[in-house]
């Protein structure tokens, strides 16, 4: 498959919303997605980016997306967070993750950021194996820990 990663631009908005999508399904989530495209416009091609994102297309479609957030650890100082890596699921198998995952790796390591991080579904065995394989740290003991919207207002609401 002749495929090319780059950087992506404002026109790529209903390319990376249709494969966030497609995560959400894989992912059995698909009632999750809350965000639009206007969101993903605003958020991440607009003055100040709160995202970055490399997208891998061949002449007719966008077939993978991988997008990234700095953020900062007290331990270690900047860290580039990868929040997802999506592969059309027709396209999978074929290296477009593993180069989008490079390309992001690169685009760290040009930062200077002293650590890479993302999460990854216990189920999802293929993406853990190949972590581990390229040798990512995938750190079992470790548990993801979110407060949705209606949580917040919950908690702030409670006399704790």
């Known amino acids: 498959m002749n495929y090319s990663i780059r950087k992506a631009v404002a026109t790529d908005v209903a390319a990376i919303f249709r494969l966030i999508n497609e995560l959400a399904i894989f992912e059995k989530e698909a009632d999750a997605v809350i965000i639009t495209p206007d969101d993903l416009r605003k958020d991440g091609f607009e003055a100040h980016p709160k995202f970055h994102c490399f997208v891998a297309e061949t002449a007719e479609e966008v077939l993978g997306i991988a997008l990234v957030y700095m953020r900062y650890s007290t331990w270690k100082g900047e ?82």
Request: glycine content about 10%.
């Open 79 to 160: 860290v580039l967070h990868l929040e997802d890596l999506i592969v059309s699921e027709k396209a999978r198998g074929k290296g477009i993750g593993g180069n989008l995952l490079r390309e992001v790796i690169k685009f760290g390591n040009e930062l200077g950021v002293k650590r890479i991080s993302w999460e990854v579904l216990d189920w999802n065995t293929p993406a853990i194996d190949f972590y581990e394989h390229i040798g990512a740290n995938v750190m079992r003991d470790w548990h993801v820990v979110q407060l949705d919207e209606r949580g917040i207002g919950k908690y702030l609401e409670s006399k704790m």
